[in-house]
């Protein structure tokens, strides 16, 4: 039974909910091997053994948003709040560049600090000094214009996971926001022509087997161009500081079944995982993991950009950072590359 899903799932790219909650419930260590093994085999077909590298810059730890599970939330008091001036972004990018990166990744929290007046001012200066680098974005939700706005100043990719596909335990987890304005931004930046990530949070408390599957559907239905999905890891100063959180067994069976659901999908080997399990990203790309994102943003502010506990980061020099990464890929048996990597169907519009 349990091999008939798993064939259906790598011949047809797709699964009913019952089939999927089937193959979470019952994989035992050989199927989940048969799994993995045709994960691998589907992305040989799309993007064969390359790994991306994208530079990642956490441009502000100022967030006006409370999600119950971060640590830069608004009402944590502890957080020790920074925001890069837009020099400090671009010299980030031009160390980044450097050294040969072809996408800056711009992740941080919701800061009104940061208006599209400043973005557009910003990306505009990024796409004039590195014309043939990707810029990404992760800066929360914003209004249908203000993406718009960003994507014409040459913004080419927005992630923005939905973070749990169950509307209940969305809103248990995220007050004062809304799932459906959560959709609503993914769709918009579909329309508007970026590559969109959605993605979302394992090993949440109370999140079950069916709602995981919800979030696989999710994907399958929304068809972004990349994924991001991690283990929730409990951080201190949280109100979710007492629970358990995720684990990486769950996260890379996870990551096998959405390689298999969208062959083509860019799908990152997360640093959560990396914190969780000193060897999960290698896992990753076992699995179908595509993407990695080293870290860019100037030291000082890589342990104060502290989403969860026990965050992987060095201080190692970005050039001895990125030796170190592209070992551990061609170790694992794949092949690092640095070119823009977008997702094979993407075009500007
Ligand atoms: N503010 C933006 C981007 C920064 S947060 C946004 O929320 O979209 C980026 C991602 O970090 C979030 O989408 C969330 O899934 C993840 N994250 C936050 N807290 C976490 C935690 N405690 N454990 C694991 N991932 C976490
Ligand atoms: Fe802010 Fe993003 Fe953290 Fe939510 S997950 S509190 S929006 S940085």
Redesign the pocket.
Known sequence: MIKTIIDKLYKYNCLEKEEIIYLLKNLDEKSREYLINKAYSTRLKSYGKTVFLRGLIEVTNF?T???LY?G???ENTNADRYRLTKEEIISSCENGYNLGYKTFVLQ???DPFFTDEFLVELITEIKYKFPECAVTLSL?EKSYESYKKLYDAGADRYLLRHETANPKLYSSLHPKMSFENRITCLKNLKKIGYQVGAGFLIGLPNQTIEDLAMDLLFLKNLKPHMVGIGPFIPQKDTPLRNEKGGDSYTTITLLSIIRLLLPDVLLPATTALGTIDSTGREKAFKAGANVIMPNLSPFECRAKYS?YDGKVFTDNESAEEKRKIEEKIKNAGFEPVMVRGDNITWKRI
Do not use: M, P, S, V
């Open positions: 967030c948003k409370t999600c971060c830069i939330r608004a941080g929290g919701e929360g989403l």
